[in-house]
C-alpha cells in the first residue's frame, strides 16, 4: 500500500507564474489536508477536503489560492501568480476519515519563487 | 485560539545521552497529541499519539507523556543515537471543529557520535 504522493517533489516558477501542487493520498483515504511549512517555522494548516468538497479552508490565504479534491484523481492545491513569500514547503495529507484517526503526510512539494 | 510551543528550539547531546523535548500548548481542550519526526528535505514521520483519556505511550526507546490540565506533553528518547538527528514537532488537534492539527514550531536536536 503506497503511502501520500505528491508530486512534484520540487517546483520552481518566476513571480506571476501559477504553481499547482498534486496529492495522491493512501489507498482507502477519502479525506486531504494541505499544510505549508515556510522557512525557519512549523506547519500551518491550509485547507481541508474530502472527495469534491472543501470542508475547511480557515487556512488558506484569501487570494490567489484554492484547493479542490474531485471525485477522480488527486487533490490540486493551486496558486496564482505566485510571489517570493509562497516559496515554501507545501505538505498533504490522508486520513480514511474525519474523525480520530491519524494523519499520514507525504514528502512534500518544495516551492521556490525568483 | 490554540497554540503549540516547543523547547528548547534546538538541541545538540552526545550519543547515548537521555534526553527530554518540551511541548506545551494553550487550550487544553485537545482530542490528542501527536509527535512527528521530520528529516531534512522529507516528509513527516508519526512517532507517538497520545490520546487526551492517556497519560502516556510507549514505542521502543520513546515515551511520551501527557498532562492536559497543564498544557504539556513531554518526549523522552533513552540511549540516543546519531540517527535520531532530525526535528521533532508536536502537533494538537481539537475536541471539536475543524480536523486540522496545530503544530509547534519543532526542536532540531543533533545527537553527536
Known amino acids: 500500500n503506497a503511502g501520500v504522493m505528491q508530486n512534484p517533489r520540487h517546483l520552481v516558477r518566476r513571480r506571476g507564474q501559477e504553481a499547482r501542487l498534486r496529492c495522491s493520498p493512501m489507498?482507502?483515504?477519502?479525506?486531504v489536508y494541505w499544510y505549508r511549512q515556510l522557512p525557519e517555522e512549523g506547519l500551518k494548516f491550509m485547507v481541508y477536503l474530502q472527495k469534491e468538497n472543501i470542508i475547511d479552508e480557515s487556512g488558506m490565504p484569501k487570494e490567489r489560492f484554492s484547493a479542490e479534491f474531485p471525485k477522480e484523481g488527486p487533490s490540486i492545491l493551486r496558486i496564482q501568480q505566485v510571489v517570493r513569500g509562497d516559496s515554501a514547503a507545501y505538505f498533504c495529507a490522508s486520513s480514511p476519515s474525519g474523525g480520530s484517526d491519524t494523519q499520514y503526510f507525504g514528502p512534500g512539494t518544495r516551492l521556490t519563487v525568483l | 485560539k490554540q497554540e503549540v510551543t516547543q523547547i528548547p528550539a534546538a538541541l545538540s547531546v552526545p550519543e547515548g545521552e537521555n534526553l527530554v523535548l518540551n511541548c506545551s500548548f494553550t487550550d487544553s481542550a485537545i482530542y490528542n497529541l501527536q509527535w512527528f519526526r521530520q528529516d531534512p528535505g522529507k516528509g513527516l514521520t508519526s512517532l507517538l499519539l497520545?490520546?487526551?483519556?492517556?497519560r502516556e505511550q510507549t514505542s521502543g526507546r520513546l515515551n511520551a507523556s501527557l498532562d492536559k490540565s497543564s498544557g504539556r506533553s513531554t518526549l523522552y528518547i533513552a540511549a540516543s543515537q546519531p540517527g535520531d538527528s532530525a526535528t521533532y514537532l508536536c502537533a494538537v488537534k481539537k475536541v471539536q471543529g475543524a480536523q486540522k492539527l496545530v503544530f509547534g514550531q519543532g526542536t532540531r536536536l543533533t545527537i553527536n557520535p
Open positions: 497520545i490520546q487526551s483519556s492517556q
Open positions: 489507498k482507502g483515504h477519502s479525506h
